[in-house]
């Protein structure tokens, strides 16, 4: 990955960078760096999970609102990016190894890791996640996993603050 990739943050990197090693007590520095590479289009998020934060009413949410708000891009009039979220969506009916209630998961209407994958596939960029790639599980169907398959590239906070050469 290079450092003109474009970064898409799921819900997941965000919540667990707050709540543990990037918490706002422990690490300052590392937030006006997200918003930094925000404004030079490095790295975006979407509304879904921009909504999926929110709700937490929190440090979090209240970052996002108060400085990270313009750096969630909207998917609903996005036809490129419908596409290829309802594609991924067939794509996880027709998998017999993940449970209705998984496939149930990840089709819902509040979820928004497939948006975030097919706001990466529309646009070829990196979807960025705290979720790790799990082989046998069937439960849920983890971002990792489904990257792998569909050809997105996924990758780590860490990754993407190498790749982009940040020092904290």
Known sequence: MSDSAL??????????????????DIAPTFWPHLVRLADEGNVISID???????RGKDD??????????AAFVLTVNDQDVLNRYQAMIVWSQSHSEYTQAAKSEFAGADIADPWVMAYAQAKGGVVVSAEVFKKD???KIPIPNACGELGIQHTTIYEMLRALRVRL
Do not use: G, H, P
Not at 48 to 54: A, D, F, G, N, P
Not at 60 to 69: G, Q, T
């Open 137 to 139: 599980i069937k439960r």
């Open 60 to 69: 979090l949410s209240a970052w996002v609102e108060s400085d990270f708000s």
């Open 7 to 24: 970064y898409i943050l799921d819900t997941s990197a965000l919540i667990q960078a707050a709540k543990t090693y990037y918490a706002f």
């Open 48 to 54: 879904r999970v921009k909504s999926e934060i929110i």
